[in-house]
């Protein structure tokens, strides 16, 4: 079965630098969500996007924005990244007309020195 | 949403029953129970989830007290792959924010 792609899988940035993440969600799931998780430390909730519009923000940062497109994936745009930056995140998606049950992508290790 | 307690961690013997409970005395009507676990820096994985009845699927049980104040996430058979960290979430249907505690990292030994 198709599952949540996330590219890139490792990115490596400097200091002050930009970063995009993209999201590709599971066929026919209508919404999007962006998690961080930080070296031990647990998944954290950043934002959620439902049939392109924002739906719930969470912890995300001011630096940090995202969207969702027609075709329903998704991009995390970070700017003047921070050594703190470094951190896996995820991607996740899922269908109301399921049980709303998040799928999770394999996430993007980004690392910023 | 309701706060959950789960013990840090557990071990359990290879192809034996793993038993994780976990603590939500706080939930409302509404919430359900859902858990997750993460093998190591994999994304999460959906488990099973339910709101007052038990429920089992392939992976694994959900017992859910009458009162709906705990629950107990069970896997009939564990295998060394089922090492990872449980997370026990309540929450809405429909919201989002989902919060992730601490969890509890199963071990499982050979």
């Known amino acids: 079965a198709a599952g949540v792609i996330q590219s890139p899988r490792h990115l490596i940035k400097e200091k002050r630098e930009t970063a995009t993440l993209k999201c590709y969600p599971i066929?026919?799931?209508?919404?999007v969500y962006w998690y961080q998780q930080g070296p031990g430390q647990d998944p954290q909730f950043l934002i959620s996007?439902?049939?392109?519009?924002?739906?719930d923000k969470g912890s995300i940062p001011d630096r940090f924005s995202a969207q969702q497109f027609s075709d329903y994936h998704s991009e995390l745009n970070m700017s003047s990244l921070e050594l703190g930056d470094s951190a896996l995140y995820f991607c996740?998606?899922?269908?109301?007309?399921?049980?709303?049950?998040?799928?999770f992508g394999p996430g993007t290790r980004l690392t910023v020195t | 949403d309701a706060k959950t307690t789960q013990p840090t961690s557990m071990d359990c013997a290879e192809g034996r029953a793993a038993n994780l409970p976990c603590n939500h005395s706080?939930?409302?009507?509404?919430?359900?129970v859902y858990w997750y676990r993460q093998i190591h820096s994999q994304g999460p994985q959906y488990i099973i989830h339910?709101?007052?009845n038990n429920e089992t699927n392939e992976m694994a049980s959900l017992i859910i007290t009458e009162d709906r104040k705990s629950s107990t996430l069970i896997l009939p058979h564990a295998t060394l792959r089922d090492t990872a960290v449980y997370y026990c979430?309540?929450?809405?249907?429909?919201?989002?924010?989902?919060?992730f505690g601490a969890g509890t990292r199963l071990t499982v030994k050979p």
């Open positions: 996740a998606s899922s269908s109301l007309q399921g049980a709303n049950e998040q799928y």
């Open positions: 066929p026919r799931h209508d919404t």
């Open positions: 996007f439902y049939e392109k519009m924002q739906s």
């Open positions: 706080t939930i409302s009507g509404n919430e359900y």
């Open positions: 339910g709101l007052k």
């Open positions: 979430i309540v929450r809405t249907y429909n919201n989002n924010d989902m919060r």
